[in-house]
């Protein structure tokens, strides 16, 4: 199928990163369709087995291509095309679709995205037809989910909120690096970084890079208005009514510390990684967390090594301390 001469702009995110607000962004926007996740969404993707999963994912790219079928550019700010293992079906039918695809990544903090959905109650458990359900499930997925491409770091039914939203923000930034690897020099994918909180001069930087004409003042009122999507009388009911409903007792800190250490402990149990997934795991890990991440796992190291350094870890014991500027010699015994 030869690519229509349209773009096609998709954002990458865990959601609770301003998608609703971007989608105003770009109605500011000429000849163009600017939708916030229409139907059908791919909210059902963690509940269907691989064929029916293949089955959606051509539905939704279809109903795509019809919605963009009069317009120059078509805009879709729905975090569910892009955060899971299912990424490469999506872009793949659409680059057959159209001749640009613009992906536009929200920068915001995963441990922010995590506070925010916890304040929503995402990630407890309700009861569904007599079935354990879980708030968010859709939006979101657990770490045994064929979404997650990470191994789990303990089994679904041992996660507490805290647990599912850790797993479900690794397994989205694993997605996403992933998709930026094999695309980033793609001549028909462009992909743009959008510092968050959103700036009006960059969301102006964003829109002249595309080439098309907006409505300046428009733009000016958009940014001035805000988040879009607060739904703050939602969250109180959701928090409200979900069981450790608010943030569960944890602060900031409490849950930054509890991200890196499932973080690192996912990457090291990918025994397809090397000491380039530790160094990603240790990204934006502060030295605290380093030194506990050292303690914690070095004896882990030393025996999936059998007791060397170079085995099938990959040099990862090394890594665990180089990395931060340590060395293995270091630091005998946790």
């Not at 640009?100 to 995402?122: F, N, T, Y």
């Not at 002249?208 to 001035?224: M, N, P, Q, S, T």
Request: aromatic content about 8%; overall charge negative; some cysteine.
């Amino acid at each position: 199928m030869e690519p229509q001469p349209r773009t096609c702009v998709l954002v990458a995110s865990g959601g609770r990163s301003g998608t609703h607000f971007l989608q105003k962004v770009f109605e500011t926007c000429s000849s163009t369709t600017s939708l916030h996740e229409p139907s059908p969404d791919l909210s059902s993707l963690p509940s269907l087995d691989p064929d029916s999963l293949k089955a959606a994912i051509k539905t939704k790219v279809e109903a795509i291509a019809h919605a963009a079928s009069s317009c120059t550019m078509y805009v879709e700010t729905n975090h569910t095309l892009l955060h899971g293992s299912h990424w490469s079906l999506v872009v793949e039918a659409l680059l057959e679709r159209f001749s640009e695809l613009v992906i536009v990544v929200p920068m915001r903090d995963p441990v922010h995205v995590i506070m925010s959905r916890l304040k929503l109650g995402h990630g407890t458990v309700y009861k569904k037809d007599g079935q354990p359900v879980i708030r968010g499930d859709g939006w979101i997925y657990t770490g045994e989910s064929n979404l997650a491409s990470l191994p789990p770091v303990k089994p679904d039914k041992d996660c507490s909120a805290l647990d599912v939203l850790c797993a479900y923000m690794r397994n989205v930034q694993h997605a996403h690096s992933s998709l930026f690897r094999e695309f980033k020099n793609h001549d028909q994918v462009r992909i743009h970084p959008l510092a968050f909180p959103f700036e009006f001069e960059e969301l102006r930087t964003m829109l002249d890079g595309l080439g098309v004409w907006y409505d300046a003042a428009r733009l000016r009122e958009a940014v001035a208005g805000g988040a879009t999507n607060g739904r703050e009388e939602d969250k109180a009911r959701a928090a409200g009514r979900a069981e450790g409903g608010g943030q569960g007792g944890w602060d900031e800190a409490d849950i930054r510390r509890e991200f890196n250490r499932q973080l690192f402990r996912a990457r090291m149990l990918d025994k397809s990684g090397a000491a380039g997934a530790l160094e990603e795991a240790f990204e934006g890990m502060d030295e605290e967390g380093r030194r506990e991440c050292r303690k914690e796992y070095l004896p882990e190291f030393r025996e999936r090594s059998g007791g060397s350094q170079m085995d099938v870890t990959g040099g990862w014991e090394n890594a665990l301390f180089t990395i931060s500027g340590a060395n293995v010699s270091d630091v005998d015994s946790p």
